[in-house]
Every structure is written in C-alpha cells, then in structure tokens.
C-alpha cells in the first residue's frame, strides 16, 4: 500500500503561509530550490537552439524577471517568505554561466 504524502503547506484564505514543520526549514529548503531551479534553466536554456529547450528557460526567465504577487508561488512572494532581495537574486541569475550552473548541479 503507498502512503499518501503529508501536505507540505497548510493555506487558509487570508492566513498566508503556515510550515508544516515546527521550524518550517523544510519548507524554505522546498522555496529555495525553486528559485535555483528557475535560475539554473534561464542560464542553460534561454537561448537554446531547441524549441522546447528555450521554451523552458523563456518560462522560467519571465517567472523571475516578470513575475508580480499574484500568486502564492510567484518568484516575489518565495522571496519575500524567504526573506531575500528579489533584485539580488536577479543580479547574481545573470552573472551566472554555463559552467557554473553544471558544476552546482552536480552537488547533490
């Protein structure tokens, strides 16, 4: 029998964000991988020659650079939850090269 995974986030209408856990830091672990993902396919595929490649760092690219609060998972409201500079976070994205991004993703 498979076990149903515990729901990571508790939202009521107008509670805003509650962690599951007692000190929430698998919560903020969960949100600070987002932003590295979306970081790390704007760097490997933004400009990709593959179609569907591009379309994946384009997507993540507008999340990042275009996103308003609109959401519960829009790139400001993570940010603000995890209590960082969103235009920090921009800045060191477009610093970002290739070879970075290949020698963080193999840190596991």
Not at 33 to 42: G, P, Q
Request: net charge neutral; proline share 5%.
């Amino acid at each position: 029998m498979i076990a149903v995974a515990p729901i990571l986030l508790d939202l009521e209408p107008d509670e805003g964000f509650r962690p599951c856990t007692q000190d929430g830091e698998g919560e903020r672990l969960l949100l600070a991988s987002i932003i590295r993902r979306a970081a790390f396919d704007i760097v490997l595929y933004r400009n990709a020659p593959r179609l569907v490649d591009r379309l994946v760092g384009v997507g993540a690219y507008m999340w990042m650079f275009k996103s308003e609060h609109n959401h519960f998972t829009s790139f400001l409201n993570i940010c603000e939850l995890l209590n960082q500079d969103p235009e920090w976070i921009r800045e060191e994205t477009l610093k970002l090269k290739k070879s970075d991004v290949k020698k963080y993703d193999r840190i596991r």
